[in-house]
Structures are given as structure tokens and as C-alpha cells.
């Protein structure tokens, strides 16, 4: 038996179920980055929008249906703003251009609650699909700066790490850390954005990682990171089958399982039809 036969029995049968295609996904996910518009994150940033179509491609691949936006914070105006609402990662790609470097004070927390259309008064509002998991991603290589948050509030009260907390419990989001190694947001105070993570199903990443210009080391980086974002947002609804985006279309996390049975079987019958061929 030809190993070229092998692959096109397994993708005749893939296509046969509809397997991973996007539109059959079990887990949907609502992605915002949070990007440090500080003056020392110009690498970051390009590394970071030459790199999404990989870290888009590997959730896909994993049957994970996801959408992009993009929050600056710390420029020159010290309020985080939208650079783009949820869409594709090539349209998130060309948005992210419009990044700055020309900040100093970065408050993190006033992104997240911006991130998830907390702030009062806010006007320009992401429009998350009602049934996607949400997912918050801050890169930064700063602590939380919360001089830099004056006039924004949430339900009145300044964006601290107990209200950011809490919103993040509240929209069962996932919270990710891209923190440099060795820096002040390793501590676990009040400041910092690692024990954030931690409490709200997500994990700490090294931003050093991101912050080179060894393009090799770059995309093992983007690699590993949207690996172990899928694993932890299959993880999630494992652990929530019932939270909003696991159970689309009656996509109990469960349901995968029978299909690549499925998928399994149908490849076992395609080899048989080329054994009797052969």
C-alpha cells in the first residue's frame, strides 16, 4: 500500500464528516489582545502582527472557531483604546499597523475592563458573539501602572485587580499573561497581571520570547503559546460544558469524540477499498 493512498483515503474521509471545518467547531472563542503601546514594545508589536495568522492557523487546525480583536493601551493619551473590534486575523493583522509606541504609563486593568465593555460610559463596545468563549491576552513588559487609569471606572469604582477579577468571573473569560521573566509583574501583589492569570483558568508566558529579532525563536514561541491556548480553552470546557461557546450547536465538548471515530472508520474503509484495488 502507497503511503500517497494512505493520506487521500484519510481525506476523503475527513471530508466526508465535515471534519475541521469551522463551521462544525464545538468551541467558539472571542480573542482580545491587549497590547503595552510603551516606547520599548516596537518589536513585540511587529513580532506580534507578522505572527497572528500562525497563532489563528494552529486554533483552527484544532477545531476551534475564533475571532481577533485588538486593544492599544499606554500611548501618549494614556486611555486604552479599540484598533479593531472582533474580526479575521488578516484583518486584525493589517488593524494592529496602527499600534504606538510612544507611551509611559500603562494601566493593564483599565484595558481588561475595557476589553470586556466595562468601563462607564465607554462608547466603542466589542461585539462578542453571545455564545463564544471570551478570551483576554495582555502583552506587556510593565506592571499595572494605576496612575495612568484617572477617570476611568467601573461601576464607579477605580479599575483595580479585585474589579478586574471580578469581571473576568463574571464573563467566565479566560485571562492570559505575556509578561517579561524576571520583572516586577512576576510578584504576586495587587500590580501584577501573573496571579491574574492564574485565578481565571489561564497561565503566564515569557515576553522575551516575543521581544527578539531571531525570527526562529519568534515563531517556537507563537507556536508553543497557541498550542497551549487551545489545549487550555478545550481544557475550559471540559471543566464548563455548559458556559456559553462550548455547547454551540449542541457542541458538548464530548461530541468530538464520536467524530473522530468517525473519522477513524471511515479511513479504515477507504484503506480497504484501495487494498482491494491494489
Do not use: H, W
Request: proline share 4%.
Amino acid at each position: 500500500m502507497k503511503l500517497k493512498q494512505l493520506f487521500t483515503s484519510a481525506a476523503m474521509a475527513a471530508a466526508l464528516i465535515g471534519f475541521g471545518n469551522p463551521a462544525q467547531s464545538a468551541i467558539m472563542t472571542d480573542i482580545v489582545f491587549l497590547v503595552d503601546e510603551s516606547g520599548s514594545m516596537g518589536t513585540v508589536q511587529a513580532n506580534l502582527r507578522n505572527n497572528i495568522g500562525l497563532f489563528a492557523s494552529i486554533l483552527s487546525a484544532g477545531g476551534v472557531d475564533a475571532q481577533y480583536g485588538l486593544v492599544g493601551y499606554g500611548a501618549s493619551a494614556a486611555q486604552p483604546r479599540m484598533i479593531s473590534d472582533l474580526t479575521d486575523p488578516a484583518s486584525l493583522a493589517t488593524a494592529a499597523q496602527g499600534l504606538q509606541i510612544s507611551g509611559g504609563f500603562e494601566s493593564g486593568f483599565s484595558a481588561t475592563a475595557f476589553a470586556l465593555n466595562a468601563i462607564d460610559n465607554q462608547s466603542d463596545l466589542f461585539s462578542y458573539r453571545p455564545n463564544a468563549v471570551k478570551n483576554i491576552i495582555i502583552f506587556t513588559d510593565e506592571d499595572n501602572d494605576s496612575s495612568s487609569a484617572a477617570g476611568f471606572a467601573v461601576n464607579g469604582l477605580a479599575p483595580s485587580y479585585a474589579v478586574v477579577d471580578g469581571l473576568l468571573k463574571q464573563n467566565n473569560a479566560l485571562f492570559n499573561a505575556v509578561v517579561s521573566f524576571g520583572g516586577a509583574c512576576l510578584t504576586a501583589d495587587a500590580s501584577c497581571y501573573v496571579p491574574l492569570a492564574l485565578a481565571n483558568n489561564g497561565q503566564q508566558f515569557d515576553l522575551n520570547s516575543l521581544n527578539t529579532n531571531n525570527q526562529q525563536v519568534v515563531e517556537d514561541f507563537v507556536t508553543a503559546f497557541a498550542n497551549a491556548k487551545l489545549q487550555e480553552t478545550i481544557d475550559f470546557c471540559d471543566e464548563n460544558p455548559n458556559a456559553p461557546g462550548c455547547n454551540d450547536n449542541g457542541g458538548d465538548p464530548s461530541v468530538s469524540e464520536p467524530s473522530i471515530l468517525a473519522l477513524f472508520g471511515l479511513g479504515l474503509l477507504g484503506l480497504q477499498l484501495v487494498r482491494r484495488r491494489a
